[in-house]
């Protein structure tokens, strides 16, 4: 093959007064004319000397080019003959299809069809914090000295185990705190051994469903639901079924009944985003259901320790002779979210392979990280942090309440709060609250659009599902004033 010199298009991006170092130059144009197929493969190179010589530059710094690129498999030496481009495009590659066969169908920007859904459908937002995010605690309020000394402790005696990957269930001091926690506090029927260390809800609902169901089985979900639910199950393939939400709960219809889930997503303590409490008839009603037809019930109890009226709820899986029931819980509502831990806790049966599941498809870590959390539970910080905060959110559930009241009177319907770290705002039928959440957020304040919560679109409710826990005080009515003023305008 003959030898050639670089052709001026690529010699001409080659800046030597840019004060980027001449070899890297050298090596990136080289590079991307190759990728871009600007230089052929099997194109001899100039020799390092006479390209050096033609650039007026030392002939080490061409070489280091080479030899970065040589390297990386885009030129090949051949001893006695010089540099060339290596030829690393298979024939077959880049030819048009036989007629015939198969071709995978294209999705706007490359996505799959479901990859498409789930980003179009996403409820992730831009904001995290501030008014009125909902499911954000208040960090500012986080025993931070008390969590550093903690901290400081555990690193003191730390060992080789709290620095590699995690393995199992999660660190058990850590599973014994909370097993201990969910008994007094929850109700909850269980032992250390079955509960295991997540990152969250999001991966507690992610390793069932692995776990437990097929792509294409049924799946009942509440109707309104968490959005993080419904975008874990179809991300697995899941034939998601929305049952509608009354004044107790999941209301299943007779054709419900006739069909039997493989799963079951409630959140019975709490309803999110609603807010009602599943009535005692039906939890009987759905356990007995999941034990005759062979359904798994994920429990989702995400903020139940903030409850402000009556008595505290206990929790479904308490009540479960059947061992049926799946019950999920996470520390991003109650510590922080940034914390990104969460359990789940399984029947007996299923602890040791939930256990090897979980280690299998996420290689767990923040051993460290669980060890002080171990620590601020067993030394009685949470419960008190929890109390604590339980009195800082009812106050402002009022003052969020009573500036709602004073610029609406009964014209809206307040929902949700008894219990919980948000409140939804209903709205006249025919108000547009995706326009009022679209308007709000460009003046960075969050209300998320009730509607969009709905999978059944004829049975969805205009409204705001407003997050306070995180809101000061002295914010709470002037960011409130500023939102009352953008739903007035679409009353």
């Avoid at 000394?149 to 555990?154: A, K, S």
């Avoid at 992610?206 to 309104?224: H, M, S, T």
């Avoid at 939890?283 to 009226?309: K, P």
């Avoid at 929890?386 to 106050?395: D, E, F, T």
Wanted: contains cysteine; glycine residues 8%.
């Amino acid at each position: 093959m003959r030898a050639a010199a670089l052709p001026d298009f690529v010699l001409q991006r080659i800046d030597r007064l840019s004060g980027k170092p001449v070899n890297r130059q050298i090596y990136r144009v080289v590079r991307e004319a190759i990728l871009s197929r600007m230089l052929p493969a099997g194109l001899q190179l100039p020799s390092s000397r006479a390209l050096a010589r033609e650039l007026a530059m030392s002939r080490n710094t061409v070489m280091h080019a080479y030899e970065q690129l040589i390297a990386e498999g885009f030129l090949e030496s051949r001893a006695g003959a010089g540099t060339f481009i290596a030829d690393t495009v298979p024939d077959h590659v880049g030819r048009p299809p036989a007629p015939g066969g198969a071709r995978h169908a294209v999705q706007p920007g490359g996505l799959s069809a479901r990859g498409a859904r789930l980003v179009e459908q996403a409820g992730v937002c831009g904001l995290q914090w501030g008014a009125f995010m909902p499911g954000v605690p208040d960090v500012t309020m986080f025993p931070a000295r008390v969590w550093s000394r903690l901290n400081n402790r555990v690193w003191r005696r730390a060992r080789a185990e709290f620095l590699t990957y995690d393995r199992g269930a999660g660190h058990l001091p850590l599973r014994e705190a909370i097993a201990a926690y969910l008994r007094v506090a929850r109700s909850v029927d269980c032992t250390a051994q079955q509960v295991l260390i997540t990152s969250g809800i999001h991966q507690s609902i992610d390793l069932a469903v692995r776990l437990l169901a097929e792509a294409g089985e049924r799946a009942w979900v509440e109707d309104p639901c968490y959005w993080g639910t419904r975008s874990v199950l179809e991300s697995h393939g899941m034939q998601t079924i929305a049952i509608p939400v009354d004044g107790e709960g999941m209301q299943c219809r007779a054709a419900d009944w006739e069909q039997p889930p493989r799963l079951a997503f409630v959140t019975p303590s709490h309803q999110y985003p609603l807010g009602m409490v599943m009535s005692l008839a039906r939890r009987r009603a759905l356990l007995e259901y999941a034990a005759a037809h062979g359904t798994w019930i994920v429990e989702d109890d995400y903020d139940s320790e903030f409850r402000y009226a009556g008595a505290p709820i206990a929790s479904l899986q308490g009540m479960d002779a059947h061992d049926r029931v799946l019950y999920a819980g996470t520390f991003s509502k109650t510590l922080f979210p940034g914390l990104r831990l969460g359990y789940l806790v399984v029947p007996p049966a299923l602890a040791a392979q939930f256990a090897t599941g979980l280690s299998e498809l996420y290689r767990g870590g923040q051993t460290f990280t669980q060890a002080v959390l171990a620590e601020f539970m067993s030394e009685g910080y949470f419960v008190s942090y929890i109390r604590r905060m339980r009195m800082v959110y009812a106050a402002r559930l009022r003052l969020l309440g009573q500036a709602i009241e004073d610029h609406f009177g009964d014209s809206v319907r307040i929902r949700g709060t008894d219990a919980g770290l948000h409140l939804a705002l209903q709205l006249p039928d025919g108000c547009d609250d995706v326009a009022i959440s679209r308007q709000a957020m460009q003046g960075g304040c969050v209300a998320r659009a009730l509607s969009r919560y709905y999978m059944d679109a004829a049975r969805a409710q205009p409204g705001l599902v407003l997050g306070y826990a995180c809101v000061p005080d002295a914010q709470m009515r002037p960011a409130f004033d500023r939102l009352a003023a953008i739903i007035k305008t679409h009353l």
